[in-house]
């Protein structure tokens, strides 16, 4: 079972529904997606990865309106707070601090115990508490920035950016639904670029084919 799918389950089951209906329910409502999302609680909100009409896409979303109700801590509760510069001084403590009190790394151990192997516990201890840490964000919006990049063998070839509100109800569907026009953008983008870097490469090919014939 995927995350999105796993969220929506626990949202019903949380409603009163009984598991089989609630995993049903969950299944028709939870759509595949055309990126493969990843979200976190880090520096990026989510970053979704595909290929789509022969590119490899990489789409980068972050916060742009941090307004959330949470507290912040230094102790490792395992959900990152993504106001945090993890990539230097910040001015926020590193994590969110959970209104349970749990942590991924005392709340793993009690999973072992009832009979999960050690890495279906810890993982389960994650998205238990992530799934906590979201409810902050429940009937909210959030202000987001998207930068979507067109890309083949390595070499960035379009990129477009842009901004958007985004509800957390079907996170990875909301998100999907509003790159998609960008994708587009991106691709045109790069096919628009093509003979330049063609060429580019033509020119640096020639030089060093010219190295090989040298003396």
Known sequence: MDDATLREYKRLRAQGNGAKVSLDIA??????????????FDRHLAIGRGTVDGFDIRAVVDYDDRTY???????????????????GPGSEAKFIALESGETVRGLAPYLRKQGMSKHVA???????????????????????G??????TEGVDLGSTSFGFDLSDDHLEQDLDDAVMDA????????????????AAERTKLSALEALTTAG
Do not use: C, M
């Open 27 to 40: 299944r028709h409502y939870v759509k595949p997606t055309t990126l493969d999302w990843k979200v976190t």
């Open 69 to 87: 109700d949470y507290d912040f801590t230094d102790t490792d509760t395992g959900i990152r707070n993504p106001q945090y510069r993890w990539d």
């Open 122 to 144: 810890w993982e389960t201890a994650r998205l238990s508490l992530q799934e906590e840490a979201r409810t902050y964000f429940n009937n909210e919006i959030i202000l987001v």
């Open 146 to 151: 998207a930068t979507v990049t067109a890309s």
């Open 183 to 198: 994708v587009s953008e991106a691709i045109y983008d790069a096919r628009e670029n093509l003979d330049k870097v063609i």
